[in-house]
Every structure is written in structure tokens, then in C-alpha cells.
């Protein structure tokens, strides 16, 4: 399994655009990025998922480079409500079909008023 | 829409004490998982299960036991509680790279 590497902890104020990088170096060729967030006291919940280039849906962007050793999440116009913990995940299909869902500890993005 | 249940929400248990974490879902996925949570250590994955009839070991499985008697079920058991199981719970489940999870069970043994 690809390991990643994030941020412990990033700060930013309501309204403002936020990127959270993620390194995987080893990502393996069927492997695919997907991000999860999490608020206090509640499971993590699927945000985005890509391969390559570019992904766009109603809550967030995500942009991977060529080599796919990096990944950014992109929030546009962060409020309050988006303060939670970000966890970037790299697996692909295990043999026997499931995907491997392994969390690290996850950037926790704090939006100050 | 129930997605995946799990009961109790919370519970203390006295150390030794045999405990099943429930968790269903209701969607017909064929991956489950159970993950433990613990301050500063993000999610740890305990066991999992890729179809029902079958489970296999995650990073942190000692202690722990498994069963998946059908599709909709993955019950999790610690068959003698110690005070480090302490932690919060989740149970997943998924189809693909999805994965929804359950609202979690604070487990306290003391």
C-alpha cells in the first residue's frame, strides 16, 4: 500500500480558497486518490476520488500531477463549517475486489472567522 | 435511508468482559470494515470482510474477532476487554472506492 504524507494541521479564514498536498511516492499503477473528511464525532465521509489530471464535483477539486507522486484537494471558498480533518487515501482493487482503505492521520483544517 | 447502523452508540465494559460491536448495513455492499479510532492516530483498520463468507486481517487485529454470516452483517467481537481497546469504533462499508461509515461506538473499558 502507497503511503501518504499531509499536513498535520492547516489554518485559513472563511471565504479563502484552501489547498491541502498530499505525497505518495510509491503509488502503484491501478491505484487511485481518494479524500475523506471528517468532523467530531462523526465517520469520515467520501469527498472526491481521481486518477489523473483533474477532478471537479459540487464540493471540491482535485488536481494530480503526471508522475501521481502528489495530489492536491482544492476547497473553493472555505466557511466554518468546512473545519474538519482531511485524509488522503492511495489503494487500488485488492484481489479479491474490495479497495484498500488505509487512513493516515489526516490534515485538520481549522477556518477562523 | 439507513446506510450502515451500528448499536450500542456508546458503552463502558469492565475490564475481561466479553463485548460485540454490531454494525449492518443496509445498501448490499460487499466490503466491510471496522477501523478503530484513537486521539492523534487518525483510523487504524482492525478487520475487514470483501464478501460475505470471508474476513481477513487489517493493521491492528489483536484482540479483536470478526464474523460475516451474510451480506448485511459484520459484527465486531472483543472476547476479553482490555483498558488499551479503549477507542472509538467505526464500521464501514463500500462498493468501490466509497466508503460510508457509520456513526461510530464510544467504547470506555475501565
Known amino acids: 500500500l502507497a503511503k501518504t504524507t499531509q499536513p498535520i494541521s492547516m489554518d485559513s479564514y472563511e471565504g479563502q480558497e484552501v489547498n491541502i498536498t498530499c505525497s505518495h511516492n510509491n503509488i502503484a499503477t491501478n491505484d487511485y486518490i481518494t479524500w475523506y473528511q471528517q468532523f467530531p464525532s462523526q465517520g469520515p465521509r467520501f469527498i472526491i476520488q481521481g486518477y489523473k489530471t483533474k477532478v471537479t464535483n459540487e464540493v471540491a477539486s482535485l488536481f494530480i500531477p503526471a508522475d501521481r507522486k502528489s495530489s492536491t484537494l482544492s476547497l473553493p471558498r472555505v466557511s466554518l463549517s468546512d473545519t474538519a480533518v482531511y485524509y488522503c487515501?492511495?489503494?487500488?482493487?485488492?484481489?479479491?475486489?474490495?479497495?484498500?482503505?488505509?487512513f493516515g492521520k489526516g490534515t485538520k483544517l481549522s477556518v477562523i472567522p | 435511508i439507513a446506510g450502515i447502523t451500528q448499536a450500542p452508540t456508546s458503552q463502558i465494559l469492565a475490564a475481561g468482559r466479553r463485548m460485540t460491536l454490531r454494525c449492518t448495513q443496509d445498501m448490499r455492499h460487499n466490503a466491510m470494515y471496522w477501523y478503530r479510532q484513537d486521539l492523534g492516530l487518525g483510523l487504524r483498520l482492525i478487520h475487514y470482510s470483501n464478501t460475505a463468507g470471508t474476513t481477513g486481517k487489517g493493521e491492528v487485529p489483536d484482540g479483536y474477532s470478526v464474523s460475516r454470516a451474510n451480506t448485511d452483517d459484520f459484527p465486531l467481537t472483543l472476547a476479553s476487554a482490555v483498558p488499551s481497546q479503549t477507542s472509538v469504533y467505526f464500521c464501514?462499508?463500500?462498493?468501490?472506492?466509497?466508503?460510508?461509515f457509520g456513526q461510530g461506538t464510544r467504547l470506555t473499558v475501565v
Open positions: 487515501l492511495v489503494g487500488g482493487l485488492s484481489g479479491a475486489g474490495s479497495y484498500q482503505l488505509t
Open positions: 464501514a462499508s463500500s462498493e468501490g472506492a466509497e466508503a460510508f
